[in-house]
């Protein structure tokens, strides 16, 4: 009995040390899964919590009515973020693109850079009809007409740039006469008046000329297309440009290096980024109020065209949450809200589209550079809203065919905008001239541009990220196509080995001089046989 007791004790003890031992194992389980993920995102809610915080100090530090010194102090910080990320861009899209370009055949560059480019087309109108159609339905500038830059206190915007000018200086652009001079400057077009005569009434005749000038910014459109084009080259070139291509790769993976560490004082500048623009506010509230419609249908058609339109193009091609992709990407995105430009924002997006996404890198590094300066979603769509907008506040009824020229012109000017902040202001301005609208108006949307731009580089970005991961499904399904046929190819030359050797062990069979023999034996004991028979039956 004791035994039995003790048996039973001894048992009850063991099954009442299981579930301790399981308890215990499901706490850590726990605290090591909290610990883990807090290892894997913390740069992430470092990040997001910059943004809040900076909020934050800004409304406090916007009581202390600083001088302009004392803002530009105040910015510093933020100011160096926006330094670091530029100096890398050169380096980064320079290099990637040529190691991308190189990495890839020929044939599938020019499958993959079709593909990306009527994605980017069909994206970026679709865009601007979804800014069009709600700049008619909201009618943000109907109301308006007593608007003007004068009651907001603007300075006014001027523009006299031709439209054609516009797209031809897009073309010079394309193929600067300077590689070195392209990395800090651009080609743009400016006029002079110049006298050509006198008219028959003794009046003086004096004509627009156009003529060349150099602007401050780099000419990203030049050296994206000169990298690619070098790319390829060297690919062509052989075993003679491998070194060349393992010294872009090299300096390359040198300038993520370079991005990890940088990404690390992303939480710290955005904080002072974003504090810095609520202090430098004028009197948001007669904005909000004057704009307030113009706002809300920029943005809601960010909201739109970002969490459904190009999440639904992304399932389309992939059959996979676009959301968990897009989950990925929350450490670009706030540093696309928090700088405003798609350009200081490719390093970061570069960086987590490979690690987070396992987007493959010839794809990202090939893709990410070009997206960032041709596709231009959320711009196409607040310039359509804009331009609207301005036809509204003139009391200007659109026709069919301006509609059209705006959805064509913003389309078409996107790929040209500069990805830095307020570059799709010029970019309206060439979408007023094409209907014939005044330009005078244009600083209201510079008033407004801050908060606007925000959003507008987000899904700017957010297209370019969407487009890496389609093409990498895509590149990742010929592949398995060409797997599957190099398989079969295969199995069908193994077939055809079979079959041969099939038919050469019985050609050999035939010829050999044992089985000839054997069967000459056969046949003369058959002949002998078929005697023996015939005897028989003449007896």
Not at 498 to 527: D, I
Request: aromatic fraction near 8%; proline fraction near 3%; charge should be negative.
């Amino acid at each position: 009995m004791e035994e039995k007791k003790s048996e039973i004790n001894g048992h009850a003890g063991h099954k009442s040390s299981l579930p301790t031992v399981s308890i215990k194992s499901e706490k850590k389980s726990c605290k090591d899964k909290c610990s883990g993920f807090f290892k894997r995102n913390l740069l992430v809610i470092m990040t997001v919590s910059g943004v809040l915080v900076g909020v934050g100090l800004g409304m406090m530090v916007r009581n202390m009515n600083l001088t302009r010194a004392q803002m530009t102090y105040f910015a510093f910080p933020g100011e160096m973020l926006l330094r670091m990320l530029k100096m890398i861009i050169l380096p980064l899209v320079v290099c990637s693109l040529i190691s991308g370009a190189a990495s890839l055949d020929t044939r599938s560059l020019g499958k993959l850079g079709g593909i990306a480019v009527s994605y980017f087309l069909v994206t970026t109108l679709i865009a601007s009809s979804i800014g069009v159609a709600l700049a008619f339905i909201i009618k943000p500038g109907v109301g308006a007409g007593a608007l003007n830059t004068n009651n907001l206190g603007l300075e006014g915007v001027s523009n006299n740039k031709e439209t054609a000018d516009s797209f031809l200086d897009l073309a010079r652009n394309l193929f600067p006469s300077n590689l070195v001079a392209a990395a800090f400057r651009s080609y743009a077009t400016d006029y002079k008046t110049v006298l050509v005569g006198n008219g028959t009434n003794g009046t003086l005749n004096y004509q627009k000329v156009p003529y060349g000038t150099d602007t401050d910014g780099m000419n990203i459109l030049g050296l994206v297309l000169f990298a690619m084009v070098f790319g390829v080259a060297l690919r062509k070139l052989g075993a003679e440009g491998e070194e060349l291509i393992r010294f872009f790769n090299a300096f390359n993976e040198a300038t993520m290096v370079l991005v990890s560490w940088i990404m690390w004082y992303v939480p710290f500048g955005i904080m002072f980024l974003v504090g810095s623009k609520i202090v430098e506010m004028e009197d948001v509230v007669l904005l909000v109020t004057s704009l307030g419609k113009y706002i809300f249908a920029s943005i809601l058609g960010h909201i739109i065209h970002g969490c459904i339109i190009l999440p639904l193009i992304y399932f389309g091609f992939t059959r996979t949450n676009p959301y968990s992709f897009l989950s990925g990407l929350i450490t670009p995105f706030t540093t696309a809200f928090a700088t405003c430009s798609s350009s200081a924002t490719l390093p970061t997006m570069m960086k987590c589209v490979e690690e987070n996404n396992g987007v493959d890198k010839r794809i990202s590094r090939f893709i990410l550079p070009i997206g960032a300066t041709v596709n231009m979603d959320g711009a196409a769509i607040f310039q359509c809203v804009a331009a609207v907008f301005i036809a509204q506040l003139n009391n200007v009824d659109l026709n069919a065919g301006q509609i059209f020229t705006i959805l064509v012109t913003a389309t078409a000017s996107s790929v040209g905008a500069a990805g830095i902040p307020a570059g799709g202001i010029i970019t309206i301005a060439i979408i007023l001239e094409a209907i014939g609208l005044p330009t005078h108006d244009l600083s209201l949307m510079l008033a407004v541009d801050w908060i606007v731009d925000r959003t507008t580089t987000v899904v700017n970005v957010e297209g370019d990220a969407l487009g890496a991961g389609i093409l990498h499904h895509i590149n990742e399904q010929e592949m398995k196509k060409q797997k599957h046929q190099q398989e079969h190819q295969e199995e069908q030359e193994l077939m055809e080995v079979k079959v041969e050797v099939v038919a050469n062990v019985k050609a050999e069979e035939e010829t050999s001089p044992l089985v000839t023999h054997q069967n000459q034996g056969e046949n003369s004991s058959r002949e002998t046989l078929n005697e023996k028979d015939g005897v028989e039956s003449v007896l």
